[in-house]
């Protein structure tokens, strides 16, 4: 557009508009937001893709996450290394996802994945239980808790396996229509 | 918040580069084959006696048991932690089956099935996005396929089938790749950036991908011709882009809108969204006229009348006075063809030739060309609206629903984060206690009097909103009168309706919240439509009566002392957009600021108001429908009415950020937002529409003023137009001809409504289809489990059938086993308790 920026290539822009739901400036007021997060840590010239990851603290001190009770899934999840600490491309790849562009499908690929507590791939009842504790702040009493629980798998297993797999998640997303406005995180 | 979360190691995150977890070459063949197999092995091991060998036997279990996926992988304890929890479940679920733990092949078997490794790793996703690139691409190319894709999600199954030869699994996943990146490279630019965003993979992955897709099309590009085609929709489809984000990027409003969202949730929010979108037509509106209609007006002024008044301060509010003899009204337009412009300092034409511009056909074909396009974009937007959020399958999840959809991840303040979580947990404690039966005393009893109770609030709904709307047609008749009598109108008085309309709009909505607080609804979705229906009913009558009012009787007899009805119309439409924005201000003060000040202090109490959203709602498309009214009455009052919402955002997000709290009722945004902009379209527009059509068609213009002056009515212009086309032109005759036959001729319009609804019909036939099929699927996926349970459990019947010795030796050796697993007996306890 016009603007000398110096902090990536113009391939690596193209390349983060092409692969994201970001325009070049959204890419780079992100890039300043995480920078923003350790000035010292982060170097203004990414042309040569410096190693940078951030710790899982910073990123969950981010106001947009910062009280969210999903964050530590949510970085988790995102992160490369599984622990929540993230490079600039994971921190991307989480806003994109969680951007107002993104598809049902792909959302609910990583919903799926931030509810699933112990990364076994299904819903199973503990990931439920896990959940509702965290949706509630442990408002629910021990039974209501089980019967929740009981209910959901009974509504959405649609294979009678005792959990919800991908497939039974991303069934019961289809007809929800709220789910697309609020799995979305603005920045 | 649970930080010291235990995780394993070599958790399959870690691994996002690596292979899948088996071999998934041995997982797809036959169980039966499996089977012999096994039972080939159980010769094998029969003829070995204990000792060292039968020690090596059970070192070999041991390490089937902690099964890894090749040898070069360090230890994972994935594996035998799903397969304890298999036990558990199974153990549970099936309870005469499985006494025991399910031996090393089972959950060899279990663990490698195609359901696990659906899309949870690259090489499982890589696949599976291989085969959807080339689904694409043959449907784009609309080549017939080879073999006909089954639409399941189970990549290796598809995998194996498309190529049997490849055994190592790591190049296995090269050629995957390689082949994802061919058709990545085959498809369309856009296609291939909606893949590739789409694609549920890490951003470095994806980079890669493209890479290597863009180089291989380089190097293809430059061995190929171009076709001209293809590059001209490759331009488009860039610019395209670069204006979408364009815009995009411009959005307008950002911050105050994340602030809404973040503090209050995604329900205040649409109320703000719908502002927007209102701003957008009008935008639209105000931009159509303007370019048409008063632009070539203000270059061309006719003569000004001699009684042209001066400018007084009363104007802004009555828009009477000075205004009326401007652009902002009907009357101002000429009827003939402008080619010169009046000079009023010299009192008379001026010579100079200018481009000449026909004012009646243009004012005719604006007003109809700008209704058109809205109501297409009405449309449209209603129909995508409608299409997320219509299910046509009856199976409802609710609970599930709730539970995995209801947080709102945009709310970012601490103390609205604490009320949503509240709100999820008053509703699924609701949930939960419809689920329990009830013990009513004596339901029947109970029924009747609810019954009662509503028949009663509804009928004294129905009869006040029946009062109000006699009132307000024997007060405009008595106004009618009283400006008849005295031969004017009073400009002052000129007010005294609106008031009355605008005091009837802010009271009685109150009165039905009261209403449906008496009433008690068990369901919070059916009080809020019940609200909304019944402001509904009262807007709807009190607009009917005002139009009733306008076009039955000002325009047909009040022409003793108005002598442009229409620009009267398009004052009092004026009048009431801006007595109407009065009173939002002062509802605004009075029922938020006020009220929370006298609940703070005199009450103190914490709770705020709430800000009630259907209401708001339907005040904005209230106002709206005002505006689409008087646009052919008065071409300027877009512009009006965009300074009004453009005051309402600001005055309405600071009085929401200062005096109210999220609403505690639960709020179906996606429901809702649907709901409102079905009620724009249908009784608004369509009202609005239906109105303008009835005054262009049968009213008679006044003779006085405005572009149609002299004609019998408004269409009139267009038919005398094609008439004059086709004496001027005569092979422009046929149009003239087909015009008269088409468009006059009621039989047309009849056979057009009558495909119109065979194609409804139509479409309501394939949904039934559609809902039949979905049931006889679910019946099939549950079926599918069965059998899946069914032969896990024959395959571990039989592996045992087959071993009897073993049995002595895992006896004997338990204790050693038992000391040998410590850490599986603790990960199985970490992932119980979690």
């Keep these: 557009m016009g603007n000398k920026q110096t902090i990536f290539t113009a391939q690596q822009l193209d390349a983060y508009q092409d692969c994201t739901y970001f325009t070049r400036k959204e890419i780079l007021r992100l890039f300043y937001r995480y920078r923003d997060l350790a000035p010292q840590l982060v170097p203004l010239d990414y042309t040569k893709q410096p190693d940078v990851k951030l710790p899982y603290e910073l990123i969950g001190s981010m106001p947009e996450l910062k009280d969210n009770p999903f964050r530590q899934r949510i970085a988790e999840v995102f992160s490369e290394d599984g622990q929540g600490n993230m490079t600039l491309d994971d921190f991307l790849d989480m806003f994109s996802v969680l951007s107002e562009m993104a598809p049902r499908d792909l959302k609910a690929y990583y919903a799926f994945k931030i509810y699933d507590f112990n990364n076994d791939d299904f819903l199973c009842k503990s990931d439920l239980e896990k959940t509702l504790n965290k949706l509630t702040r442990n408002e629910l009493t021990e039974e209501e808790v089980r019967m929740v629980c009981e209910k959901v798998i009974d509504e959405a297993d649609l294979d009678n396996d005792g959990r919800l797999s991908l497939e039974d998640f991303q069934h019961m997303i289809v007809r929800a229509p709220d789910f697309l406005s609020t799995f979305h995180i603005r920045i | 918040m649970a930080r010291s979360v235990n995780f394993d190691l070599n958790h399959p995150l870690i691994e996002y580069g690596l292979e899948s977890p088996a071999d998934e070459e041995g997982v797809h063949d036959s169980f039966n084959q499996l089977i012999a197999e096994q039972s080939q092995n159980e010769e094998m091991f029969d003829t070995f006696d204990q000792g060292p060998l039968g020690r090596r036997e059970l070192d070999k279990e041991h390490q089937d048991f902690v099964y890894t996926s090749s040898p070069p992988h360090t230890f994972r304890e994935r594996e035998p932690d799903r397969g304890e929890y298999e036990l558990e479940e199974y153990g549970e679920q099936t309870d005469p089956l499985i006494p025991e733990r399910w031996s090393s092949d089972t959950l060899k078997i279990l663990s490698s099935m195609p359901s696990r490794t659906i899309g949870r790793n690259r090489g499982a996703i890589i696949s599976q996005y291989c085969n959807k690139t080339l689904q694409l691409r043959r449907r784009r190319q609309s080549k017939p396929a080879d073999r006909v894709f089954s639409r399941s999600s189970r990549p290796s199954i598809r995998a194996y089938d498309l190529e049997a030869d490849t055994t190592d699994s790591e190049s296995r996943d090269l050629t995957k790749q390689d082949q994802l990146v061919n058709n990545l490279q085959n498809l369309s630019a856009s296609d291939r950036e909606r893949m590739l965003r789409g694609m549920p993979l890490c951003l470095t992955v994806k980079k890669k991908l493209r890479e290597l897709a863009s180089q291989k099309e380089k190097q293809t590009r430059s061995s190929s011709r171009i076709n001209c085609c293809s590059h001209f929709k490759l331009c488009i489809i860039k ?247 005295q031969g004017a109108a009073q400009e002052a008085s000129l007010l005294a309706l609106p008031v009355l309309v605008s005091l009837i709009n802010l009271l009685l909505p109150g009165l039905f919240n009261f209403a449906a607080w008496v009433e008690d609804y068990i369901s919070p979705s059916v009080r809020t439509y019940v609200g909304l229906s019944r402001n509904l009913m009262l807007k709807v009558s009190v607009l009917g009566v005002l139009c009733y009012h306008w076009l039955g009787r000002i325009a047909t007899d009040g022409t003793d002392y108005i002598k442009c009805w229409e620009s009267f119309v398009g004052q009092e439409l004026y009048r009431f957009l801006i007595v109407d924005f009065i009173f939002t201000l002062l509802d605004t003060l009075f029922g938020e600021l006020l ?138 005759s046929p149009l003239a001809s087909a015009h008269a036959y088409l468009v006059e001729n009621p039989l047309f319009l009849f056979v057009g409504a009558g495909i119109f609804l065979i194609v409804i019909y139509f479409h309501s036939q394939v949904l039934d289809g559609q809902r039949k099929i979905i049931t006889l699927l679910q019946e099939h996926i549950k079926n599918e489990g069965e059998d899946k349970k069914f032969l896990i459990t024959r395959l571990q019947s039989i592996h045992e059938q087959k071993r009897p010795s073993a049995r002595k030796l895992t006896n004997q050796d338990s204790t050693e086993l038992q000391e040998d697993k410590p850490q599986f007996s603790n990960y199985y306890g970490s992932s119980t308790s979690g």
């Design chain 2, 239 to 485: 610019s395209w882009y670069t204006w979408s984000s364009f815009i995009h990027s411009r959005q307008m409003w950002k911050v105050p809108l994340k602030r809404v969202s973040g503090r209050f949730g995604t329900g205040v929010l649409s109320y703000f969204l719908f502002l927007k979108t209102l701003l957008f037509f009008n935008v639209f509106l105000f931009l159509v006229m303007g370019t048409f209609l008063v632009l070539p007006q203000a270059v061309y002024p006719p003569e000004v009348p001699a009684n042209r008044r001066s400018f007084s301060g009363l104007e802004l509010l009555t828009g009477a006075g000075y205004f009326s003899d401007t652009v902002m009204y009907y009357g101002y337009y000429c009827n003939y063809t402008l080619h010169r412009n009046y000079n009023s300092s010299t009192q008379a034409w001026s010579t100079v030739k200018l481009p000449s511009y026909n004012m009646p056909l243009a004012y005719f074909f604006t007003i109809g060309m700008a209704f058109f396009i809205t109501c297409i974009i009405l449309v449209y937007s209603m129909s995508k609206s409608f299409g997320q959020s219509f299910r046509i399958d009856k199976s409802y999840s609710i609970l599930a629903i709730k539970t995995f959809c209801s947080w709102d991840f945009r709310v970012i303040k601490k103390n609205s984060i604490k009320l949503l979580s509240e709100n999820i947990c008053t509703q699924l404690k609701e949930l939960l206690g419809e689920l329990k039966p009830k013990h009513g005393r004596n339901p029947w009893l109970e029924r009747l009097r609810r019954l009662m109770v509503h028949c009663l609030a509804w009928l004294m709904c129905v009869a006040v909103t029946t009062g109000c709307v006699i009132g307000i047609y024997y007060f405009s008749d008595y106004m009618h009168i009283e400006n008849q009598k």
């Design chain 2, 595 to 732: 009220w929370r000040l006298f609940s703070d202090k005199i009450l103190k109490r914490q709770r705020k108001p709430e800000f009630d959203i259907a209401k708001n709602v339907l005040d904005l498309i209230y106002g709206q429908t005002l505006a689409w009214l008087g646009v052919l009455f008065s071409p300027l009052l877009p512009a009006v009415q965009i300074l009004k919402l453009l005051l309402l955002f600001y005055i309405k997000m600071s009085s929401v950020m200062m005096n109210c709290q999220a609403p505690r009722r639960p709020y179906r945004v996606s429901q809702m937002t649907t709901i409102f902009i079905t009620l724009l379209c249908f009784p608004s527009f369509l009202g609005s529409s239906v109105c303008v059509t009835y005054a262009m068609w049968s009213i008679k213009p006044s003779e006085s003023c405005g572009p149609f002056r002299r004609l019998q009515t408004m269409l009139k212009a267009g038919k005398q137009w094609m008439k004059q086309l086709a004496e001027e032109n005569a092979s422009l």
